[in-house]
């Protein structure tokens, strides 16, 4: 699992501004007004040979009014709890102000290494002398950056780097399989970490909402190593009135991201809700290796064929994931919840599948020569070749004539070609069309 940073401080000190600048992209929306930031983005970078996550924490929300100070209290509560190295952000111009002091009090706490950066720093040369003002925050050297033109931001890696674990233990952790647990409020997540833990490690309770935050359990058997992660229910965003419960949605969608296999719990009793097709789609839309669990077996009422009818049911309510594998398991009895091992480490081998160029231009020759790619006003798109460049999810290039004339209808159809040859059950496929030069 790569290290993660977090990005903390007050409003509009350039926390945003300084998360593009260390992520290379302009993820996050940069505006001098507090509160642009909402939700929370995740971005990923590398320093040094050292590839790494990072968090921008965001601004205040619309509803807190004057409470400032207790929306920075959350967001430094996020950093204690999530991230190896926690940057906070200051704003030179301005000095040390009351809820930098409050923020830093709180890090403190944490134990876990800060690191202090003055943004704003944007003259080249000697210190600005109000840097050493932050010396006031106990929190260590202060080191000067300014976010617009990327000086100081190497000396702040430097610092993050250092802290990092040993890339052998990185290494380790790889090994193992991480699997998330997600699915709407009282799908039993809870039951089956505990069924496979086997042990009382998550509270479970009927009252939907019970587990608010994310649970990292490691656990070994006969079928490999892994990290299951238990998250808090997702419940629709309409209802996310309250700070916890929008903490714990933040928790399960960066549990998520952290995973290479996401459990997709369905509750038997009720069937795939309106709330299920959007935590799917959480899972679909990261590029996911999925499975979808279908809990609480036992109380269905079963018949000749009522497992086969339930999963077509499944993929009619979730047309987009038709490529995940259904497993029916009941977590109160423990029925069928060994199986699960094998189709998770199945979906997880097919999400790192990778597939030589010479085999994808076989498939994309006898694809091609089935169904002829389309054309508009006289002019037919023509594919040169197909190349694979990445995994989890498995990701390739079309290079064309003309992106254009790449139809939606005809890319989906390259797409069931590879799985019918390759398989790739499990996974979502990414397929990126690119331009090569004018048309001979």
């Known amino acids: 699992m790569k290290p993660l940073i977090a990005i903390v401080g007050r409003p509009n000190v350039g926390k945003s501004m300084l998360f593009n600048r260390i992520t290379g992209q302009r993820l996050a929306i940069v505006e001098d007004t507090p509160g642009v930031t909402r939700d929370r983005l995740y971005g990923s970078s590398d320093w040094a040979g050292r590839a790494f996550d990072l968090v921008d924490t965001g601004g205040i929300e619309p509803k807190t009014d004057d409470e400032i100070l207790l929306h920075m209290r959350e967001q430094a509560l996020m950093a204690i709890d999530l991230c190896d190295v926690i940057v906070l952000v200051c704003d ?23 690191c202090v950066a003055v943004n704003k720093c944007d003259s080249t040369g000697a210190p600005d002398p109000a840097l050493y003002e932050f010396y006031s925050l106990g929190l260590g050297d202060p080191i000067a950056v300014s976010a617009v033109h990327g000086h100081g931001t190497g000396d702040l890696l430097d610092f993050c780097i250092e802290h990092f674990a040993d890339a052998d233990e990185d290494d380790e952790e790889d090994e193992r399989i991480r ?3 997600i699915g ?15 042990q009382n ?18 656990f070994e058997n006969e079928y490999g190593k892994y990290v299951f992660i238990d998250t808090a229910g997702l419940r629709r965003r309409s209802r996310i009135d309250t700070k916890i419960e929008k903490y714990s949605v933040m928790r399960a969608e960066m549990a998520i991201n952290r995973a290479d296999v996401c459990l997709i719990m369905i509750d038997a009793t009720e069937g795939v809700t309106e709330q299920d097709t959007k935590v799917a789609g959480l899972a679909h839309e990261a590029g996911r290796a999925s499975v979808i669990v279908v809990n609480k077996w036992d109380l269905v009422e079963r018949e000749t064929n009522t497992m086969k009818d339930y999963t077509q049911k499944v993929y009619r309510d979730l047309s987009y994931m038709t490529y995940a594998p259904v497993s029916f398991i009941s977590a109160k009895t423990g029925a069928r919840v060994d199986r699960l091992f094998e189709v ?10 990778r597939i030589t160029t010479g085999m994808l231009n076989n498939v994309l020759a006898d694809a091609t020569a089935r169904v002829q790619p389309p054309t508009d006003k006289g002019r037919r798109l023509k594919i040169y070749y197909m190349t694979q460049i990445g995994v989890k999810p498995p990701t390739f290039v079309c290079f064309c004539n003309d992106k254009e004339l790449f139809h939606f209808s005809y890319r989906r159809y390259l797409e069931n070609q590879i799985r019918a040859t390759f398989g790739l059950e499990g996974t979502p496929i990414v397929m990126l069309i690119r331009e090569r030069g004018e048309d001979n």
């Open 184 to 198: 709407k409020p009282n799908a039993g997540k809870s039951s089956l970490l505990n069924v496979i833990l086997g």
């Open 201 to 218: 490690r998550a509270i479970v309770s009927d009252i939907a909402g019970t587990t608010r935050d994310a649970l990292d359990a490691t």
């Open 92 to 114: 030179v111009t301005t000095g040390v102000t009351a809820a930098d002091e409050e923020v830093a009090t709180m890090l403190k706490r944490s134990k876990k290494p800060v």
């Open 179 to 181: 699997v998330a647990i």
């Open 344 to 353: 998770i480490n199945y979906v997880a081998d097919q999400s790192a599948m």
